[in-house]
């Protein structure tokens, strides 16, 4: 076997991540302990949540990754040594860590996986940790119902995308926010949102009254800024915020000012923040319901897939400004399974 090529952190950004930021480093293979196993990866994947894990100062529910440290991430990948009789040599799973291709990890925290039920890669998005994710906010905080009018920001994302579908499985009219013409296509087209609005074209206010003429019930919060601001007074009594991310806040310096929550009062909304780690033991609970969803076409998805570890750091800084269409996902080595 090579050695291990990894993605370090450089230093810390201020604001918007940069290249520099970043290394690529070489270390030797590491070495699984009894109970561990040693993944090659197959498939990185790369989540705005990523962005937390390399700032400093700032309370989070996680530690942040030390300088010097391999960047955060989770992979699917193939076993290359096993100590742990779960596994063999040659099995798929999917808990690998890190920016990395090699990871030694404890056998008990991986899922096995097997290829001829669904392609790997989707162990990473819509069969993974961001479907879980929109399960998790549309079953326990939105509870959307039949004849409600969800709005969903970033609706073409991974989270996005899986939450407007079911909540629309829900009975509700799900009206999405994405960036661009494109991806406001495909949120009608493929995922069968009633509307979409393209958030960069400058009337987002006046498009959400058109495109929600009732009010809005629910709203999926992925992007927080001017989004959020749009969509906050036109919440209807009784309405419920989940609360999954702000991604367009993310690189700020200063935490900008909320809303003024005394409609919050009036209203009487629900606006609660949730963790998907906090409930990653209902994964096999998620994958149950989902699969079968995925394998008779009912469940649609799409991947930004891009080629190499050392190009990481490019995708994750376009990540953070929307320019991935799709769940993003970095290629470590070529997939054995494709075209089975």
């Known amino acids: 076997m090579a050695g291990n090529r990894q993605v ?3 230093r810390r950004p201020e604001g918007m991540p940069a290249a520099e930021d970043f290394a690529i480093a070489e270390a030797p293979l ?9 993944l090659r990866g197959l498939y990185l994947s790369l989540d705005p949540y990523m962005r937390g894990r390399i700032s400093s100062g700032v309370r989070s529910y996680a530690k942040p990754v030390e300088i010097g440290g391999v960047i955060e991430g989770r992979v699917v990948g193939q076993v290359a040594a096993s100590r742990d009789p779960a596994f063999r040599d040659g099995d798929f799973a999917y808990g690998g860590y890190g920016w990395q291709l090699y990871s030694a990890v404890k056998a008990a925290e991986l899922v096995k996986l097997d290829p001829t039920e669904a392609p790997l890669s989707t162990a990473l998005g819509v069969l993974g940790m961001p479907g879980l994710t929109a399960y998790v906010g549309i079953s326990d905080i939105g509870r959307p119902q039949s004849g409600e009018t969800i709005v969903v920001s970033a ?3 991974a989270v996005g995308a899986v939450a407007g579908q079911l909540a629309r499985r829900a009975g509700a009219r799900a009206v999405g926010i994405a960036g661009g013409p494109d991806k406001c296509r495909y949120v009608e087209e493929e995922l069968g949102f009633e509307a979409c609005i393209d958030h960069r ?7 959400l009254d058109r495109a929600c003429p009732n009010g809005i019930d629910v709203y999926w919060e992925n992007v927080g800024g001017a989004v959020q601001q749009a969509v906050f007074p036109r919440l209807n009594d009784f309405g419920r915020m989940v609360m999954c991310g702000m ?5 700020d310096r200063a935490p900008r000012p909320g809303p003024n929550l005394t409609s919050a009062v009036r209203k009487r909304l629900k606006i609660q923040g949730f963790i998907v780690s906090d409930q990653w033991s209902r994964l096999q609970e998620y994958r149950a319901m989902a699969a079968p ?3 008779n076409g009912t469940l649609k998805y799409r991947e930004d897939i891009v080629d190499g570890l050392d190009n990481a750091p490019k995708a994750f800084i376009g ?14 080595a070529g997939d054995p399974t494709r075209g089975r």
């Open 8 to 10: 370090i952190l450089r």
């Open 247 to 251: 991604v367009s806040e993310y690189n």
């Open 30 to 38: 590491p070495e699984p302990a009894a109970g561990e196993v040693l």
């Open 201 to 207: 074209s400058g009337d987002l206010g006046p498009a």
């Open 319 to 332: 990540l953070l400004q929307g320019e991935n269409f799709g769940k993003l996902l970095v290629r470590l």
């Open 293 to 295: 969803l995925f394998r």
């Open 155 to 157: 609706a073409s994302g």
